[in-house]
């Protein structure tokens, strides 16, 4: 058993050395680019400065060459060439223009020129060349290294070579035990001593052979560790607490040697021996305070080396087997009485991997955050999320959840503020969102978490118009996209509470009926309240939508996903509000009224005042929508008004029938309350009014119908009217059904009478022919009406009054009709005269 703990932390340590050399290698390789690249940058620096001298001399040359031509002759300008040639006079030339004026011979002398100057052209291919020369060397030097990495490919003969001597060196101990040479005492001397050989041997080949020297350093790592375990394990040489001691030493010993080689492998199998110590020497009855804060503390060393020492492997290590140990010891032990404790060092690792994170950020030089350690950050967040939620499940104690997660979006935003203040190159957007969208999401989840029903939707609500505020003042599309994502929830969320919103019943058994609890006050009530917080969180977003649009070329981050503009969420939020607004109050009404005045007549009546108040509700809130309706009303909108108004009426018109029985026939309700009807009377009035006023939209073959459409509708509001009236002014129980008969055969025929009248008035003054016309059909159909139906089943009294009234209406509408055939004759003599 010793020699396979032996092999598999050799074979451990191996493996972490070629992932590092494979790290090293890649380093190096960048290194070499860089230098390059430094090197040509400041051959080209060196050459650009020699061209600017260069240019400067042979300007000065240049000069100084014609003024001291100018005083001895004057001479044509050269012909400018691509090379600038200098001119030279024979001595011959020079004697003859200077001697002229003296008469005097001067032998010329032989004039020894400077070396030419090298121009522009020149020094480029000189420098040109260089560079040429040193690229050869360059590429010789990288054909020479080929062989090199080819040797360096040769490491896995450490490996084997170390596995090898471990084992040799283990055959021979065991041999020697089997062969009782050594003694307990003695053979864990051997291990130690062949421990720190193997250390002395490795700490001598480090200055020359890193490699083979890393190999040998975790070999004797590896020995030491194990013989210190089965010191305790197998011979009892030592007690727990002072084998504990000695192998942290030795996980102290291996973090000093990784500093004073800066290598990284050792110090990860540091961390590693560090971590398995405590597994070593475990008997099964640990001390969970105890463990964790060696964990805690180990993490610290190894985390403050690997920042300093900018190891990104070593945090990695850390990171899987803390949370090893955490999630094992969550699943394994935790209960109530240990949720403290949990929930405490569950936190403590939490906020020591952060501060690493944000450290390594801050130390950062780069303008841009890897997407590893993004993504770090978020696993890290998630990973402890998780570790909570399985702490809260397995202790079933106080919900402690919510406070939890709030505290770690605090931490989130803490850092958001540190790193923005401490870092001093250009702070990285995507880091800082990053952290921004954490914190969005943990005060999102904390919220279901902790709080209950209609506190989580008014919290949501509060939250969404927030981060859209946001997005318009940092034009970040992540908060807007937060934003979208919690009015959704917000509306989920709303139609989950409202399914509760009904009255509560109990049976009350010594009256053996259901009775009514806890009534909820009017409008200051849960439901209706966080439907109002919606209500004006959307407003908000609606009202700063249309003052001021963002512009989508402003925005900022995620511009690959598809988002809806500033104007396509003012459109969609009125729509919403107008919806949202009804239902709020639907909702209150439908509550309130069933609450106080249906259930407590439950078995009574069957909910017909619930249903008129709710239809009468629907035609005030048409009507008030009506009301502040600002913009010019389309043929469209006409149409769906038009409709709405036809499908209002028959409901208003059962709805009232039906009232008006259960109140003056059965007793059900209290008379009081057919007062409401006159609301919706008043409401109607004004629709059509409107309707009427705004009929010129349609086309003029429309007119006709809609005229008829409009005109029956308030035929038929009127009779609906009469009724009531009539009904609530003298009738009884005993004599409901006699006067409405009564209404419907003396009253009708004189209502609807008048009404052609009056329309055959209006068609006069507008004149407008189709009014005329419908007139006529309705007096049409009252006279049938008349003389088949109701003239038989009237009393003598109602027979004289009935026919004397409509005989008037009759004779009132002949003289219009003859005085309308005057008019048009009239007007015809007129345009003949013309």
């Not at 690249?37 to 050459?47: A, P, R, W």
């Not at 999630?327 to 939490?350: C, G, H, M, P, R």
């Not at 990285?428 to 914190?439: P, Q, S």
């Not at 001021?548 to 925005?555: A, G, I």
């Amino acid at each position: 058993m010793e020699f396979l703990i032996l092999l598999i932390l050799v074979i451990a340590m191996i493996l972490l050395i070629r992932v590092t050399n494979k790290f090293d290698k890649v380093n190096t390789q960048l290194e070499q680019s860089n230098r390059m690249v430094d090197g040509l940058s400041h051959m080209l620096k060196k050459l650009q400065r020699d061209i600017d001298s260069l240019k400067g001399k042979e300007i000065g040359s240049t000069s100084t060459t014609a003024e001291q031509e100018v005083e001895r002759v004057v001479v044509p300008p050269p012909i400018p060439t691509e090379h600038p040639v200098e001119t030279i006079l024979s001595p011959v030339e020079e004697e003859v223009i200077i001697s002229e004026p003296v008469q005097t011979v001067v032998e010329p002398k032989e004039e020894i020129l400077p070396p030419p100057i090298p121009t522009m052209a020149d020094r480029v291919d000189q420098v040109a060349d260089e560079v040429h020369s040193r690229g050869h060397a360059v590429v010789r030097e990288q054909e020479d290294s080929k062989f090199v990495k080819a040797l360096k490919e040769l490491n896995w003969l450490n490996a084997i070579g170390v596995i090898t001597l471990v084992l040799g060196i283990g055959f021979f101990v065991k041999y020697a035990i089997d062969q009782d040479w050594i003694n307990e005492i003695g053979r864990v001397a051997l291990g130690v001593a062949v421990g720190g050989i193997v250390a002395g041997i490795a700490h001598k080949l480090s200055t020359k052979y890193h490699v083979f020297s890393s190999v040998l350093m975790g070999g004797s790592l590896a020995i030491l560790y194990t013989t210190i375990t089965l010191a305790f394990r197998e011979y009892q040489l030592f007690n727990q607490t002072v084998t504990f001691i000695i192998l942290s030493v030795i996980t102290v010993l291996a973090v000093c040697l990784s500093i004073a080689y800066k290598r990284q492998e050792l110090a990860i199998f540091a961390f590693i021996g560090g971590m398995l110590a405590p597994l070593l020497i475990s008997t099964g009855n640990g001390n969970h305070l105890v463990l964790f804060s060696y964990i805690f503390l180990l993490n610290t060393g190894v985390l403050i080396v690997a920042v300093r020492q900018r190891w990104l492997l070593v945090d990695k290590f850390s990171y899987v087997l803390t949370y090893l140990y955490l999630i094992a010891w969550i699943v394994l032990k935790v209960n109530k009485e240990y949720q403290a404790d949990a929930i405490f060092f569950t936190s403590l690792f939490f906020l020591q991997f952060m501060v690493l994170l944000v450290l390594r950020y801050i130390k950062n030089s780069k303008e841009k955050s890897d997407v590893g350690q993004l993504l770090y950050i978020t696993v890290v967040n998630f990973t402890s999320l998780i570790c909570f939620f399985m702490i809260q499940a397995n202790s079933m104690g106080t919900n402690y959840l919510g406070v939890i997660i709030v505290g770690m979006a605090l931490i989130n935003a803490l850092f958001i503020v540190l790193t923005t203040r401490a870092k001093t190159a250009p702070i990285d957007k995507n880091f800082t969102y990053t952290l921004l969208a954490i914190t969005i999401g943990l005060v999102s989840l904390a919220i279901p978490v902790q709080l209950s029903k209609v506190y989580i939707t008014i919290v949501w609500a509060v939250e969404m118009s927030v981060l859209f505020w946001i997005w318009t003042r940092s034009k970040a599309n992540l908060f807007r996209i937060g934003s979208i994502v919690l009015g959704v929830l917000t509306l989920v969320s709303y139609l989950m509470d409202i399914r509760s919103f009904n009255p509560t019943l109990i049976y009350d058994i010594e009256e053996d009926k259901n009775s009514i609890v806890d009534v909820l006050p009017i409008i200051i009530n849960q439901y209706t309240l966080t439907g109002i917080v919606i209500l004006l969180s959307f407003f908000f977003i609606y009202y700063i939508t249309g003052k001021k649009p963002v512009v989508e070329e402003d925005t900022i981050g995620l511009k690959g996903m598809q988002q809806p503009t500033s104007a396509e969420i003012h459109k969609v939020l009125a729509s919403l509000l107008l919806v949202l607004a009804y239902g709020i109050g639907f909702l209150e009404i439908s509550y309130q009224v069933g609450a106080r005045i249906e259930y407590p007549n439950l078995g009574v009546t069957d909910g017909i005042y619930k249903f008129f108040s709710l239809v009468t509700y629907t035609v005030v809130y048409a009507v008030i929508y009506l009301v502040f309706y600002k913009k010019k009303m389309t043929k469209l909108f006409y149409s769906i008004n038009l409709a709405v108004s036809g499908i209002l009426l028959l409901l208003f018109a059962i709805a009232v029938s039906s009232l008006r029985k259960d109140i003056f026939y059965f007793g059900e309700y209290s008379p009081a309350y057919f007062t409401l009807h006159l609301v919706a009377i008043g409401a109607f009035a004004y629709f059509y009014f409107r309707l009427y006023n705004n009929i010129q939209l349609l086309s003029v073959e429309s007119y006709k119908w809609v005229h008829a459409l409009l005109f029956a509708s308030l035929v038929l509001l009127s009779s609906v009217e009469l009724d009531n009236l009539v009904v609530w002014m003298v009738s009884t129980e005993e004599t409901y059904k006699a006067v409405l008969s009564d209404v419907h055969a003396y009253g009708y025929p004189i209502l609807w009478g008048l009404m052609a009248m009056l329309l055959m008035i209006i068609g006069m003054n507008k004149e407008k022919a189709e009014l005329r016309k419908l007139s006529l059909i309705s007096f049409g159909i009252i006279i049938l009406k008349f003389y088949l139906y109701d003239v038989w089943r009237m009393n003598q009294g109602g027979k004289i009054a009935s026919f004397v009234v409509l005989g008037v209406i009759l004779l009132v509408v002949s003289f219009l009709l003859e005085r309308i055939k005057l008019l048009l004759k009239d007007k015809e003599e007129q345009h003949r005269e013309q």
